[in-house]
Every structure is written in structure tokens, then in C-alpha cells.
């Protein structure tokens, strides 16, 4: 029960990057933690310095070259921040030609999948399994507990999907963390999110917006093909 325990809570945290949005985060991620831990070790040996001499370094205090240094250091440390920071974010809106284009509905406590061609008929919900069905599930088939659903949503991998999401009654939002996707599914608002998967798998995910009683037992299940 305990390396169960264990897998499932390294699972969660230490998540791959199934998607190409999810690297380019993860990219990110590192790339600004590089000048974040430059900029603590900078101050820190200033303060290890201080503690250490017993002399007043005038000069160090009251410095214009000094003060002109650290007044335009950090803005040319926020432009390379900001600059790619803000070339990934339209990167991530724009959709060129979307291969696939499928809409989800969230409902309480539920979602809804509409296939790609949008005809009538063509909608199936999906609910959460419950512990019993999930142990007459096979073996293989056996999924994670509060995160297996009846039915999958199915969409092709290494391909641009177009995902639509909208809701039935309150705010909900669907999130895929593996995927790096999360999308507001706000009523009366479509609202559109861009994704490509770079591996076949099945990506579990959750309601991220306080939604009811039921906001915990709403999970999404991609099964990307």
C-alpha cells in the first residue's frame, strides 16, 4: 500500500511532458530559474560579505556607477524574461490550420464530448468510474482510481487539436496537466485552446475550477491514438 502510495504521489508531481506546449512551459520554467538563482547567489554572497569584515566599504554604499549598474542590469534581465515569455504566449493562442476540432461541455458533474464533424448524435457525456466498476475492469484496462472515466475522449496524436470548451450550467475548467492544457468552460462563452500530443498514452486530468459538491469526482481522460 505504501510503494502504491508512493507511485501515486510521484506521479502527480514529477509529470512528463506529453505535449509540445508542456516543453516549451518546462523550457521556460528552467530557463528564467537560471537568472533566479543567479540573482540569489549574487545577494547572498554580498550578505555573506557584510557579515564577514568588520569594515565599512563607503564607496559600496554610495556609488552612482553602482546605482546606475543595478538600475539597468535588472531591466535587461526583465526583457529577456519578458521577451520570450510574451512570444510563447501568442505562440500558444495562434492557431494556424487545426487538423481536429472538438468541443467539450462541462455539466455538473460530468463532461461532454462532441465529435469532430459537430452533427447531431454525435455528443457522448462521460462520468467518473466508481471503485467497483473500476476493479471488474481487466487488468490492463485498470486506470487510476478517481481519474478513470466510462468513456474517453479520443483524439489523434501528432496532430494540432482545436479544443472548444463551454459550459452547461456553472464555471468549470478543463485541465489536463500533462498536457499543459487548461481551459476556462465558462456558460454562455466558448472559449478555444490549441494542443498537439507527441506520443500515444492516456492523459488523466480534472475540473480545476470549485464547481459543487461533485467538483472532485469530475476527471477528463484523453486517449490520444
Excluded at 506521479?11 to 520554467?29: D, K, Q
Excluded at 462541462?106 to 462521460?126: H, L, P, T, V
Excluded at 487488468?139 to 475522449?153: A, F, Q
Aim: a negative charge; one cysteine or more; glycine letters at 4%.
Amino acid at each position: 500500500m505504501t510503494s502504491f502510495l508512493a507511485k501515486f504521489h510521484f506521479h502527480n508531481i514529477f509529470l512528463n511532458s506529453s505535449s509540445i506546449m508542456s516543453c516549451v512551459m518546462e523550457e521556460f520554467h528552467d530557463y528564467t530559474n537560471m537568472f533566479l538563482l543567479l540573482i540569489i547567489t549574487f545577494i547572498f554572497l554580498v550578505i555573506f560579505r557584510i557579515f564577514i569584515s568588520n569594515f565599512t566599504n563607503y564607496t559600496f554604499k554610495e556609488n552612482t556607477n553602482l546605482e546606475i549598474i543595478w538600475t539597468i542590469f535588472p531591466m535587461i534581465i526583465l526583457f529577456m524574461i519578458a521577451y520570450p515569455s510574451l512570444y510563447y504566449l501568442y505562440l500558444f493562442d495562434l492557431s494556424v490550420n487545426p487538423s481536429v476540432t472538438t468541443k467539450v461541455f462541462g455539466a455538473q458533474w460530468y463532461w461532454i464530448y462532441e465529435k469532430f464533424d459537430f452533427k447531431e448524435g454525435n455528443s457522448y457525456s462521460s462520468y467518473m468510474l466508481s471503485d467497483l466498476d473500476l476493479l471488474k475492469e481487466n487488468p490492463y484496462k485498470m486506470g487510476w482510481r478517481l481519474l478513470e472515466t466510462d468513456t474517453r475522449m479520443i483524439v489523434p496524436f501528432g496532430t494540432e487539436i482545436q479544443c472548444l470548451t463551454t459550459s452547461m450550467d456553472v464555471i468549470h475548467s478543463f485541465s489536463v496537466p500533462e498536457l499543459g492544457i487548461k481551459a476556462d468552460a465558462i456558460p454562455g462563452r466558448l472559449n478555444s485552446i490549441n494542443f498537439q500530443i507527441s506520443k500515444p498514452g492516456i492523459y488523466y486530468g480534472q475540473c480545476a475550477e470549485i464547481c459543487g459538491t461533485g467538483h472532485a469526482f469530475m476527471p477528463i481522460c484523453i486517449e490520444a491514438i
